[in-house]
Nanobody
Framework: QVQLVESGGGLVQAGGSLRLSCAAP????????MGWYRQAPGQQRELVAG???????NYADSVKGRFTISRDNAKNTAYLEMNSLQPEDTGVYYC???????????????WGQGTQVTVSS
């Protein structure tokens, strides 16, 4: 059974900060890309930030300069540091990785359970 464990969501006032984490189990090896997505009420799920195996990052225009994605390969963990949060950042944040499982020779996509981020005005 493969599950990415997310944590760090919560309620924060506009201008505040949160840090999300996403941990993959040891059965996941050779992680390629890691990313954070969010889904606001009534909206499609969108990519917020991504990071490659080489540490190259990319961000949605709406969060550029405010959010920082990082990864700790030794811990099989990704992070999303969110600063200067705005009400428009409200939504459920999902972690996704593309990686190999120890039992399979191909890469596959795995998702976290989602964590709620609510920013009040």
């Amino acid at each position: 059974q493969v599950q990415l464990v997310e944590s760090g969501g919560g309620l924060v006032q506009a201008g505040g900060s949160l840090r999300l984490s996403c941990a993959a189990p040891e059965s996941i090896i050779s992680i390629n890309t890691m990313g954070w997505y969010r889904q606001a009420p009534g909206q499609q799920r969108e990519l917020v930030a991504g990071i490659t195996s080489g540490g190259i990052t990319n961000y949605a225009d709406s969060v550029k300069g405010r959010f920082t994605i990082s990864r700790d390969n030794a811990k099989n963990t990704a992070y999303l540091e969110m600063n200067s949060l705005q009400p428009e950042d409200t939504g459920v944040y999902y972690c996704k990785i593309i990686a190999r499982h120890r039992d399979y020779g191909y890469q596959a996509q795995y998702w976290g359970q989602g964590t709620q981020v609510t920013v009040s005005s």
